[in-house]
C-alpha cells in the first residue's frame, strides 16, 4: 500500500506522523524521488517484512519507532527507534518487525 507524496516544502514535519502502522501489513509512502535517489518512508506491522533482496544502490535506514530485525547477507541485525544501519549495494537483505515499527529508507543513486 502507497501514499501520495506530501507537500514538505511549506513547513517541518513529524516524519512518523506521516506513515500509520496498518494489521497486516507494510506500507510505504514516497517523500523524495529524484534521479539522485528516493526517500520513502515505511510502516510495519508486528511479524510482517520484506523477503531477501538486492539493491544496486545503496541505502540507508533510520527506525523512526519501534523495532527491527535487519539481515544483510548472513549477518542478523536488531534496530530499534532513533537507530541508523547502511544496506550496502548488491548485498542481500530482508527486514521483518519485531514489533510495529516505522523507518525512513534513504537511497542513493549517485
Known sequence: MSEAQPDLSNQAQDLASLIAVQPNAVVSR?????PAGTVTLFAFDTGQGLS???????ALV????????????TKEHKVHTGQVLLLPASLPHA?????P??????????
Open 30 to 34: 514516497t517523500l523524495v524521488n529524484k
Open 52 to 58: 531477501e533482496h538486492t539493491a544496486p544502490y545503496d
Open 62 to 73: 533510520l527506525l523512526l519507532d519501534g523495532e527491527a530485525s535487519i539481515r544483510i547477507a
Open 95 to 99: 527486514l521483518n518487525a519485531i514489533t
Open 101 to 110: 515499527f516505522k523507518m525512513l529508507l534513504t537511497m542513493i543513486r549517485a
